[in-house]
């Protein structure tokens, strides 16, 4: 499956807002967009002003490169989202929050997305005590997600959770850090989101 390979700080730069996609070195002076906050390219300094195609097309990208997705995969989520009661946007974002490898880096046991989704592939994630290693995998409240016990003295998963020790987790989760088990207590709603999306532009974007 093709994926973006290059250098994560340039999709920073391109939507013009921190994605946090190198986890902690986001919160650093090392981060690109602090250093560069124009987009990268040789005509990244111009000024240029989105058209309203522009400006959905930029809002469906930047979630894409939030939550590390292909078109095809997202436009997927989407159309699963219209098929579900409510609004089509929310339910977007509940169906994206509610990924495996979203929820591990939520839960503290990743320190990006990106690295989330290599412990899941990797097998180190057990959900309701069966391995889990699909990163698309989408959990349900009442379901049981833990690490595996040959997993709990992963050097990288416990210093992620050292890491995270002050990060509070989502109220749509449930978190026992002493024994790496978290309960999905809820779906997450927007209100849980704590990333700047207008959902409503990605849901004009793909009505047209």
């Known amino acids: 499956m093709a994926r973006y390979t290059g250098a994560v700080c340039r999709l920073c ?39 309203e195609h522009g400006t959905q097309l930029r809002e469906k990208q930047k979630v894409k490169r939030y939550y590390g997705l292909l078109e ?8 699963m989202a219209k098929k579900r009661k409510g609004q089509a946007g929310e339910n977007l974002l509940s169906i994206l929050e509610s990924r495996l490898d979203n929820t591990v880096y ?12 290599q412990l899941v592939r990797h097998g180190h994630f057990l959900v309701d005590g069966k391995k889990v290693d699909i990163p698309s995998f989408l959990v349900k409240p009442a379901m ?29 989760l449930e978190l026992d850090r002493a024994n790496h088990v978290a309960k999905v207590v809820a779906l997450p709603t927007k209100a849980d989101i704590d990333l ?3 959902e409503h532009l990605i849901v004009e974007l793909y009505s047209k």
């Open 106 to 117: 939520r839960l503290g046991f990743g320190a990006s997305r990106a690295e989330a989704r």
């Open 196 to 198: 700047p999306i207008s």
């Open 72 to 79: 095809g995969q997202f436009r997927g989520y989407f159309e």
């Open 144 to 172: 049981i997600i833990s690490i595996k016990d040959a997993s709990r003295q992963s050097g990288k998963i416990k210093g992620n959770l050292e890491a995270s020790a002050s990060r509070q987790a989502p109220r749509w």
């Open 13 to 51: 730069r391109r939507e013009g807002e921190k994605l946090f996609l190198k986890g902690d070195r986001c919160y650093t002076g090392k981060c690109g967009i602090s250093k560069r906050s124009y987009p990268p390219g040789q005509h990244g300094q111009g000024r240029t002003k989105a058209s």
